[in-house]
């Protein structure tokens, strides 16, 4: 099964691209790690428990309010995660610290996660599954996936999408959250395939269909059946890409070093 690796800034397009993947006539399953990264830090989680032991003291208003609170449960009031986001999104070396921090909570459940909705989909005979990860390069998950699709948008139409997107942050805040992603052109240095979503949806979608059509034609149905029924053939194929991918990686790391 192909793992295709779909990553881009805030507010470039990801969301849309997912839903022409999960679409006819590609109909591909999707794993949304922001939809994950909600679920894992919802009241009673281990995630959520460690998120108030590193944050609740020193961030006003980190807790919804008990009668106003969006997704009410019994074990707790559920986080504010639009304080959350100013708390840790921005340039300092607070923001840094606290970003790094949360990210060591939250990345080790979404990655537990997304495992488990791949195993699902590989016993059910799918030829390909998409992971939606924003942070797909940033968290080095990029090296399990056959492919790495960058969604790339030029700078001011990404401010402009987001904070049309997101109206309650000022100019200012969607600025500090772009800046404190990695920079587009180093994920442009790590991806292996780049749509541009500056134009038209139909032009997103024509782009999306020669990008599977050229990937299924590497993929026939018999293949998906050997690696779904043949265990030993699929250990040796997810090994051998793994350590292409982790040696492509480390590559590509120093590249960007020498860069900087």
């Known amino acids: 099964m192909l793992l295709i690796g779909l990553t881009g800034g805030i507010a470039t397009g990801k969301s849309t691209v997912s839903n022409i993947f999960s679409s006819p006539p590609h109909s591909l399953p999707v794993i949304d790690a922001d939809s994950l990264a909600h679920t894992v830090i919802l009241p009673g989680t ?3 428990r460690k998120i108030l032991k590193n944050f609740l003291s020193t961030t006003p208003g980190l807790l919804h309010d008990p009668e106003t609170d969006p997704n009410p449960s019994p074990l707790g ?5 639009k304080v959350l986001g100013r708390r840790v999104f921005g340039t300092s070396d607070s923001n840094k610290r606290d970003i790094k921090i949360l990210n060591g909570i939250v990345h080790p459940a979404v990655r537990w996660a997304i495992f488990r909705g791949i ?3 590989w016993l059910r005979g799918y030829w390909a599954v998409v992971l939606d990860i924003p942070l797909l390069f940033e968290s080095r998950l990029d090296v399990y996936c056959g492919v790495s699709l960058l969604v790339g948008l030029e700078p001011e139409l990404q401010l402009e999408r987001l904070l049309k997107r997101d109206s309650f942050l000022t100019r200012e805040d969607g600025k500090n959250r772009i800046a404190s992603q990695m ?5 442009i240095g790590f991806a292996d395939v780049v749509i541009w979503n500056n134009d038209s949806k139909e032009e997103l979608e024509r782009e999306i269909g020669m990008f599977v059509e050229r990937y299924r034609r590497r993929r026939p149905w018999i293949w998906t059946f050997i690696m779904q029924t043949f ?3 699929t250990g040796v194929v997810i090994a051998w890409r793994l350590v292409g991918n982790f040696l492509k990686r480390r590559r590509l790391d120093a590249k960007a070093a020498k860069q900087q």
């Open 231 to 233: 265990w030993p053939a």
């Open 77 to 81: 009031p559920s986080i504010n995660r």
């Open 46 to 48: 281990p995630a959520y």
């Open 183 to 187: 920079p587009l052109d180093k994920k």
């Open 119 to 121: 195993v699902y989909y």
